[in-house]
């Protein structure tokens, strides 16, 4: 599958526990997107990244929120201390190199559930 | 400030055109995209317009006028299979810079 892979699929955690999604973007692709979804929302921006740089984090909150994309290895959103609003889902994109006819491929999505 | 909207909620018969608007007010343009995303499942991408008129690909077309912030997707000879979400997002700045996206468009297709 040379699509998006994202995992888990599910997760849940207890409030407190800490969560980390991973995403492996396409093949070829080094441009990474973090967005959450809420039920009857729709997909908000977190955090753009390359290769080992953090190019926008305008929409990830400035607390317990943490994203990484290491040379090696997949793409990492990290939420310490979780809370019950922190439940939703969160999907991750790709894309090649910088042009503006560039969509975005998502991957599944993981939901978090936070009880 | 960035504003995408869309209507909540359409129903359409199978076989039967339907129109899915969307308006935007963005900082810049660089482009509007549709997706489509089924419940549980992640958006797929349907089309891009960054010039004004129309762009057709099968079954789905796409319409976009910049000086009045408005576009389309179109929809012909529905199927059931059709139900699904369709989202409107835009590219505001230059570059590989991040979609922003409407609420989306929960469309029902009804036998």
Known sequence: NAGVMQNPRHLVRRRGQEARLRCSPMKGHSHVYWYRQLPEEGLKFMVYLQKENIIDESGMPKERFSAEFPKEGPSILRIQQVVRGDSAAYFCASSPGPRDNSPLHFGNGTRLTVT | ?111
Request: charged share 15%.
């Open chain 2, 1 to 111: 400030g960035q504003n995408i909207d869309q209507p909540t909620e359409m129903t359409a018969t199978e076989g039967a055109i339907v129109q899915i608007n969307c308006t935007y007010q963005t900082s810049g343009f660089n482009g509007l995209f549709w997706y489509q995303q089924h419940a549980g499942e992640a958006p797929t991408f349907l089309s891009y317009n960054v010039l004004d008129g129309l762009e057709e690909k099968g079954r789905f077309s796409s319409f976009l006028s910049r000086s009045k912030g408005y576009s389309y997707l179109l929809l012909k000879e529905l199927q059931m299979k059709d139900s699904a979400s369709y989202l409107c997002a835009v590219r505001a700045n230059s570059g590989n810079t991040p979609l922003v996206f409407g609420k989306g468009t929960r469309l029902s297709v009804i036998a």
